[in-house]
C-alpha cells in the first residue's frame, strides 16, 4: 500500500464498530486469492470490510473483534513468517508483524482457526459475520458454531443468534472520515492526469488501447498500483455501449472518444468520465449534446449539499437532460409528460450516480424507510449524466454513434460540496485548447 501505516486510524473504526454492536463477537475474513487461468493468480486485493477494519493487505486472514475481552479485543489470524514461502512469494507480516505494526492484541496462526475461534464463541449471544459473501466462509461460521452447541452439557452457551454485519459496518463506512478523503482526493487528482494525459495524446489512427496505455502510465507513474474497475475506452459507436471494455478499435477522424476510468489507491476508488473528439473538435451535433450534458452535470451539481436528498441530483440531471432534448428535436411533447412516461431513458438509461469509497460502486442504502437518504457532510457519489444514441435508434443518422458522458467525484462538505476530480477539463473551448 502507499501511505504510512496508522495504527490509530484502525483502532478508531473497530472501536466505532464495536460500540454499535450489542453483545456478541465479529468474524471478518479477508478475500481469497483467486485463480486467473493454469497457474496465474489475478493480483491480490483485500477484502474491502476487512480492510477498512485492519489494514491489513494480505490474504489467508481473519478478524475478530471480541468487545470487552480482557485478553485484547482485537485478534487477528493470520499467515506465520516462512523464509522459503517469502522467498517466492513476498515478505508477511507474520504473528509479531500483525501486532506491532497492524495493532492486532493478539494473533495466531491461520491454521489454528478452527482451533481457537469456536472456544471465541462460546457464551457469547451472538456472532456478527457478512453473510452472503463468501459461502465457505458462511460454511465454516455455521460450524463453529456447531461445534460450541455440541458443548452444551459442559454449561456453555451457543450464540442464539448470528447477525449480517453489513448493515453496521456499511453505514460507518458511507460516511468518510479526513483521512479516507485525503487518499480520496489523492486518487483523484491521479486519475484526472491520466485523462488529461489522454486528452493531450489522442489523435486519429491511435487504438483505443494505445490512448489507455497513456492513461494508465500516468496513473502507475503517480503511485496507483491498480485501477478501480477495468478501464472503458470507447471510441465511436462504441460510446454507446455502456461497458465497453474491449479497448480494440482503431480511433477514427470525426469519432468522439468516451473514457471511464479511475486509479485504486490505498484500495479507494476515484472514477471520472470524459468524452472528447478524436480529432480534438467536436462537430455540431457533438457539441449540442455535449453542452445538454454538461448543462446537466451543473444543475445536479447546484444540489449537491446537505439536507438535499440522494435522488435530487439525478431529478435535476433528468430535467435538463430531457428538456435539451426537446430543444434538438430528438424528443417531442410537454416536459414534464415526457419526465413522467420515462421518454428520456431511450437516450438516457442509467442513474446519476453512485457511492464511492473503497468499491467504486460502494456501500451505503440509498432509501432510509422507502424515502431517499438525505445527504450529509462526508459521503461521496459520482455525478455522471451521460446521453447515447446508438446506430440502432430511429433518430436521424446524423446523431448516430454519439455517445457522451461526464462523469467526476463529489464530496458533500458542510457548506456545500467539492468536486475532487475537477482538474480534468469539461469545457468544450478547455477541451479543444487542451487537444490542440
Same mark, same amino acid.
Given at each position: 500500500?502507499?501511505?504510512?501505516?496508522?495504527?490509530?486510524?484502525?483502532?478508531?473504526?473497530?472501536?466505532?464498530?464495536?460500540? !454499535?454492536?450489542?453483545?456478541?463477537?465479529?468474524?471478518?475474513?479477508? !478475500?481469497?486469492?483467486?485463480?486467473?487461468?493454469?497457474?496465474?493468480?489475478?493480483?491480490?486485493?483485500? $477484502?474491502? $470490510?476487512?480492510?477498512?477494519?485492519?489494514?491489513?493487505?494480505?490474504?489467508?486472514?481473519?478478524?475478530?473483534?471480541?468487545?470487552?475481552?480482557?485478553?485484547?479485543?482485537?485478534?487477528?489470524?493470520?499467515?506465520?513468517?516462512?523464509?522459503?514461502?517469502?522467498?517466492?512469494?513476498?515478505?508477511?507480516?507474520?504473528?509479531?508483524?500483525? =501486532?506491532?505494526? %497492524?495493532?492486532?492484541?493478539?494473533?495466531?496462526?491461520? @491454521?489454528?482457526?478452527?482451533?481457537?475461534?469456536?472456544?471465541?464463541? @462460546?457464551?457469547?449471544?451472538?456472532?456478527?459475520?457478512?453473510?452472503? +459473501?463468501?459461502?465457505?466462509?458462511?460454511?465454516?461460521?455455521?460450524?463453529?458454531?456447531?461445534?460450541?452447541?455440541?458443548?452444551?452439557?459442559?454449561?456453555?452457551?451457543?450464540?442464539?443468534?448470528?447477525? $449480517?454485519?453489513?448493515?453496521?459496518?456499511?453505514?460507518?463506512?458511507?460516511?468518510? +472520515?479526513?483521512?479516507?478523503?485525503?487518499?480520496?482526493?489523492?486518487?483523484? *487528482?491521479?486519475?484526472?492526469?491520466?485523462?488529461?494525459?489522454?486528452?493531450?495524446?489522442?489523435?486519429?489512427?491511435?487504438?483505443?488501447?494505445?490512448?489507455?496505455?497513456?492513461?494508465?502510465?500516468?496513473?502507475? *507513474?503517480?503511485?496507483?498500483? %491498480?485501477?478501480?474497475?477495468?478501464?472503458?475506452?470507447?471510441?465511436?459507436?462504441?460510446?454507446?455501449? &455502456? #461497458? %465497453?471494455?474491449?479497448?480494440?478499435?482503431?480511433?477514427?477522424?470525426?469519432?468522439?472518444? &468516451?473514457?471511464?476510468?479511475?486509479?485504486?489507491?490505498?484500495?479507494?476508488?476515484?472514477?471520472?468520465?470524459?468524452?472528447?473528439?478524436?480529432?480534438?473538435?467536436?462537430?455540431?451535433?457533438?457539441?449540442?449534446?455535449?453542452?445538454? =450534458?454538461?448543462?446537466?452535470?451543473?444543475?445536479?451539481?447546484?444540489?449537491?449539499?446537505?439536507?438535499?436528498?440522494?435522488?435530487?441530483?439525478?431529478?435535476?440531471?433528468?430535467?435538463?437532460?430531457?428538456?435539451?432534448?426537446?430543444? /434538438?428535436?430528438?424528443?417531442?411533447? @410537454?416536459?414534464?409528460?415526457?419526465?413522467?412516461?420515462?421518454?428520456?431513458?431511450?437516450?438516457?438509461?442509467?442513474?446519476?450516480?453512485?457511492?464511492?469509497?473503497?468499491? /467504486?460502486?460502494?456501500?451505503?442504502?440509498?432509501?432510509?424507510?422507502?424515502?431517499?437518504?438525505?445527504?450529509?457532510?462526508?459521503?461521496?457519489?459520482?455525478?455522471?449524466?451521460?446521453? %447515447?444514441?446508438?446506430?440502432?435508434?430511429? /433518430?436521424?443518422?446524423?446523431?448516430?454513434?454519439?455517445?457522451?458522458?461526464?462523469?467526476?467525484?463529489? =464530496?458533500?462538505?458542510?457548506?456545500? #460540496?467539492?468536486?475532487?476530480?475537477?482538474?480534468?477539463?469539461?469545457?468544450?473551448?478547455?477541451?479543444?485548447?487542451?487537444?490542440?
Amino acid at each position: 500500500m502507499n501511505t504510512a501505516f496508522n495504527i490509530d486510524i484502525y483502532q478508531q473504526r473497530r472501536s466505532h464498530l464495536m460500540q !454499535s454492536m450489542s453483545g456478541g463477537v465479529a468474524v471478518i475474513p479477508t !478475500s481469497p486469492i483467486r485463480s486467473r487461468n493454469g497457474d496465474v493468480e489475478y493480483q491480490y486485493r483485500p $477484502d474491502s $470490510d476487512f480492510y477498512y477494519l485492519t489494514g491489513f493487505n494480505e490474504p489467508d486472514s481473519v478478524a475478530v473483534l471480541c468487545p470487552g475481552r480482557a485478553a485484547g479485543e482485537y485478534i487477528l489470524f493470520c499467515r506465520e513468517k516462512d523464509d522459503d514461502k517469502e522467498l517466492w512469494y513476498g515478505r508477511r507480516a507474520g504473528l509479531e508483524g500483525a =501486532v506491532e505494526k %497492524y495493532g492486532a492484541d493478539d494473533a495466531f496462526p491461520i @491454521e489454528d482457526l478452527d482451533d481457537i475461534l469456536p472456544r471465541l464463541l @462460546e457464551d457469547q449471544e451472538k456472532i456478527y459475520a457478512s453473510l452472503g +459473501r463468501y459461502s465457505d466462509f458462511d460454511a465454516k461460521v455455521m460450524q463453529w458454531m456447531n461445534e460450541v452447541k455440541l458443548r452444551s452439557r459442559r454449561g456453555i452457551h451457543a450464540p442464539h443468534e448470528m447477525v $449480517d454485519l453489513s448493515y453496521l459496518l456499511h453505514e460507518q463506512r458511507l460516511i468518510k +472520515r479526513k483521512d479516507e478523503l485525503t487518499i480520496m482526493q489523492r486518487a483523484g *487528482k491521479i486519475s484526472a492526469a491520466g485523462h488529461i494525459r489522454a486528452m493531450e495524446t489522442c489523435k486519429p489512427g491511435m487504438t483505443e488501447h494505445q490512448v489507455q496505455a497513456e492513461m494508465e502510465y500516468i496513473f502507475r *507513474k503517480m503511485g496507483s498500483t %491498480y485501477n478501480a474497475y477495468p478501464s472503458i475506452v470507447a471510441g465511436g459507436e462504441n460510446s454507446c455501449i &455502456l #461497458h %465497453y471494455i474491449d479497448n480494440n478499435a482503431v480511433l477514427n477522424d470525426g469519432d468522439l472518444l &468516451l473514457i471511464d476510468a479511475g486509479a485504486e489507491l490505498d484500495c479507494y476508488a476515484s472514477d471520472i468520465s470524459r468524452t472528447f473528439p478524436v480529432n480534438g473538435k467536436f462537430s455540431g451535433e457533438q457539441r449540442a449534446l455535449y453542452e445538454i =450534458v454538461l448543462a446537466a452535470q451543473h444543475a445536479a451539481f447546484e444540489v449537491c449539499k446537505p439536507g438535499e436528498h440522494w435522488n435530487r441530483p439525478h431529478e435535476r440531471a433528468v430535467e435538463v437532460i430531457t428538456e435539451g432534448l426537446v430543444d /434538438v428535436g430528438l424528443l417531442k411533447g @410537454e416536459l414534464n409528460e415526457l419526465i413522467e412516461t420515462h421518454a428520456y431513458r431511450e437516450f438516457y438509461m442509467h442513474r446519476t450516480g453512485h457511492w464511492l469509497g473503497l468499491d /467504486v460502486h460502494d456501500v451505503g442504502d440509498y432509501q432510509i424507510e422507502q424515502q431517499w437518504r438525505v445527504l450529509e457532510p462526508g459521503m461521496v457519489f459520482t455525478v455522471e449524466p451521460g446521453i %447515447y444514441i446508438g446506430k440502432n435508434s430511429k /433518430v436521424d443518422s446524423r446523431w448516430h454513434d454519439i455517445g457522451i458522458r461526464i462523469e467526476d467525484d463529489v =464530496v458533500i462538505r458542510k457548506a456545500g #460540496h467539492e468536486v475532487l476530480t475537477k482538474a480534468v477539463p469539461t469545457a468544450i473551448d478547455d477541451i479543444e485548447h487542451l487537444m490542440a
